[in-house]
Nanobody, 121 residues
Framework: VQLQASGGGLVQAGGSLRLSCVVF????????GGWFRQAPGKEREFVGA????????YYGNSVKGRFTISRDNAKNTVALQMNSLKPEDTALYFC???????????????WGQGTQVTVSS
């Protein structure tokens, strides 16, 4: 199983970015999807999670109301729409899949390589 994340970049504060993650080698529709992020010198932080059906979503407190997680099982993708970006959102963003819709990173078995998001003030 391989996950390929894309869509990161440099954006000004208040701007938007859309991250996308394609899952190869697995029928993604049977698994939950998640996004995490890690800034230099900090621990990995939960961003969002979505159930296999898309009916259940969870968000980290710092992104709630600004970020939206979604999925397209036909295309084996999970996306993260990020609006009203802040400098503190700057981090390496990782997508992941696993059997449970969870806020905890150890629940996810497969991880992408990460895509860098940098928000300038």
């Amino acid at each position: 199983v391989q996950l390929q994340a894309s869509g990161g970049g440099l954006v000004q504060a208040g701007g938007s970015l859309r991250l996308s993650c394609v899952v190869f080698g697995r029928t993604f529709g049977n698994y939950a999807g998640g996004w995490f992020r890690q800034a230099p010198g900090k621990e990995r932080e939960f961003v969002g999670a979505i159930s296999w059906s898309g009916n259940t979503t969870y968000y980290g407190n710092s992104v709630k109301g600004r970020f939206t997680i979604s999925r397209d099982n036909a295309k084996n993708t999970v996306a993260l729409q990020m609006n009203s970006l802040k400098p503190e959102d700057t981090a390496l963003y990782f997508c992941a899949t696993g059997p449970y819709t969870s806020r905890v990173s150890i629940s996810y078995h497969n991880w992408g390589q990460g895509t860098q998001v940098t928000v300038s003030s």
